[in-house]
């Protein structure tokens, strides 16, 4: 008898396990299904790319667009496109600069920045090309490039300068700058 009752208990153990997994499958299906008991993440995560389409271009602390800047070279302005990214936004707040330019190694022009900028989610390294404005984050140092360079960790492309612009780098041992957004 007492075989019986084990198995007995046994069975209903069993089947009020089962029915509980039924249970909680069946309200989980609803859950998903129903937009009105839909949790309220779901519902920001399914909205999010229509904001992220619909948002303004980021902007500096005055309200200008932090993505285009202008540089001065020598009293020469060229019109410049950052990219968009953390360290682009960065540089674009500390706007206006003025910084002096020096040569080094013969393929580029670096200066100091008054203080490091943002490297969040920067790829490890980049292979600049002739013309490329970037952030060396080891040194804390802008770079613009009038010849060709190898691959370098810890540089970070952030726009690129016009044909014009690397020409008049690539003239000068020190080249002074201003660095503002553009108008």
């Not at 790319?49 to 070279?73: H, K, Y």
């Not at 802008?142 to 952030?158: K, Q, S, W």
């Amino acid at each position: 008898m007492a075989t019986f009752a084990w198995v007995g208990a046994g069975s209903v153990l069993a089947r009020a396990a089962a029915t509980a997994a039924l249970l909680l499958s069946a309200t989980a299906c609803t859950q998903d299904s129903s937009p009105s008991s839909a949790p309220p993440q779901q519902t920001t995560a399914s909205s999010a790319p229509e904001r992220a389409t619909t948002a303004p271009a980021p902007s500096t602390a005055s309200g200008r667009n932090a993505m285009n800047i202008r540089i001065t070279i020598d009293g020469t302005p060229v019109e410049v496109t950052l990219n968009d990214s953390a360290t682009a936004r960065d540089l674009a707040d500390q706007l206006p600069l003025e910084l002096t330019l020096t040569d080094f190694h013969q393929a580029e022009k670096i200066a100091d920045l008054p203080r490091p900028l943002s490297t969040s989610g920067a790829p490890h390294g980049a292979d600049p090309r002739i013309g490329d404005l970037a952030y060396y984050a080891p040194w804390g140092q802008l770079v613009t490039y009038y010849r060709d360079a190898p691959y370098a960790d810890g540089l970070i492309i952030l726009g690129h300068l016009p044909d014009s612009a690397t020409e008049q780098l690539a003239a000068a041992d020190e080249v002074p700058v201003t660095i503002e957004p553009a108008p």
